[in-house]
């Protein structure tokens, strides 16, 4: 079966599209020395990416439970995790070549294909994704162990520092945003059910635009980086990032 779509959650994931493109050009903008911004120890940018996070996981949680309310299309599936996987490794490849030693080895796409196959097993949940997925939260802030520093194990969070890597999303405590989400689409699709949000097709130009951008996601967050660069590098030159 077709899994049924509700445009306003592609335009709540469109929300998230702005934000993280807002985010990214302000980064680049610190990364050519226009401004002087610590994206790594200002609480405020911390606190900007976490919603922006946040907002993705979750929807990532709500829309597999939707895709697989009806029965799991196997086809369809496999190809969007092939195509997510093929897309981290891209961006793995790319940040090596442009960061170095701070490539990506597990950011969003990473968590992303590990969170799609785990979250399968927890489909059938309801109140207890709810508390598994605050235990995770709650796991994944507040319990540090240098068994987890290995760097085969970085992947799984609980870390005591912070890996060198531009972007970092490790099963703990993120995993806990998707069972969370995992928890909201069943709850508000299989029981609220409010009207107002089942018949919602999107109103006026913004709206369109936002679910538009959110139904074409993985694109945008593959392309956006390298057009924001490409066109701050033309007019300003390539920066010294090394």
Same mark, same amino acid.
């Given at each position: 079966?077709?899994?049924?779509?509700?445009?306003?959650?592609?335009?709540?994931?469109?929300?998230?599209?702005?934000?993280?493109?807002?985010?990214?050009?302000?980064?680049?903008?610190?990364?050519?020395? =226009?401004?002087?911004?610590?994206?790594?120890?200002?609480?405020?940018?911390?606190?900007?990416?976490?919603?922006?996070?946040?907002?993705?996981?979750?929807?990532?949680? +709500?829309?597999?439970?939707?895709?697989?309310?009806?029965?799991?299309?196997?086809?369809?599936?496999?190809?969007? =995790?092939?195509? @997510?996987?093929?897309? *981290?490794?891209? &961006?793995?490849?790319?940040?090596?070549?442009? /960061?170095?030693?701070?490539?990506?080895?597990?950011?969003? =796409?990473?968590?992303?294909?590990?969170?799609?196959?785990?979250?399968?097993?927890?489909?059938?949940?309801?109140?207890?994704?709810?508390?598994?997925?605050? *235990?995770?939260?709650?796991?994944?802030?507040?319990?540090?162990?240098?068994?987890?520093?290995?760097?085969?194990?970085?992947?799984?969070?609980?870390?005591?520092?912070?890996?060198?890597?531009?972007?970092? @999303?490790?099963? /703990?405590?993120?995993?806990? &945003? +998707?069972?969370?989400?995992?928890?909201?689409?069943?709850?508000? /699709?299989?029981?609220?059910?409010?009207?107002?949000?089942?018949?919602?097709?999107?109103?006026?130009?913004?709206?369109?635009?936002?679910?538009?951008?959110?139904?074409?996601?993985?694109?945008?967050?593959?392309?956006?980086?390298? +057009?924001?660069?490409?066109?701050? *590098?033309? /007019? =300003?030159?390539?920066?010294?990032?090394?």
């Amino acid at each position: 079966m077709s899994a049924p779509r509700y445009p306003l959650i592609d335009a709540l994931r469109g929300i998230a599209i702005v934000l993280m493109v807002v985010y990214h050009f302000s980064f680049d903008l610190h990364l050519f020395g =226009l401004v002087e911004w610590d994206f790594y120890n200002d609480p405020r940018w911390i606190a900007f990416r976490t919603l922006i996070l946040s907002l993705f996981l979750a929807l990532v949680g +709500v829309s597999l439970h939707l895709a697989t309310t009806g029965g799991l299309n196997i086809t369809r599936y496999l190809r969007r =995790l092939v195509m @997510v996987v093929l897309c *981290a490794a891209l &961006v793995s490849l790319g940040s090596a070549m442009m /960061f170095g030693q701070r490539w990506i080895f597990f950011g969003v =796409l990473h968590f992303i294909a590990l969170a799609s196959v785990l979250g399968l097993l927890f489909r059938h949940g309801y109140w207890s994704n709810l508390i598994l997925g605050l *235990a995770v939260l709650g796991l994944g802030a507040g319990v540090r162990h240098p068994w987890f520093d290995h760097p085969w194990l970085q992947w799984w969070g609980m870390m005591t520092f912070k890996p060198p890597t531009e972007d970092y @999303v490790p099963l /703990f405590p993120w995993f806990g &945003v +998707v069972l969370l989400g995992l928890f909201l689409g069943r709850w508000v /699709f299989g029981h609220a059910r409010p009207r107002w949000l089942l018949a919602w097709r999107g109103s006026g130009a913004l709206g369109r635009c936002l679910a538009l951008g959110g139904r074409h996601s993985l694109a945008i967050y593959m392309l956006h980086q390298p +057009v924001l660069i490409g066109v701050l *590098a033309l /007019f =300003l030159g390539l920066p010294d990032i090394y």
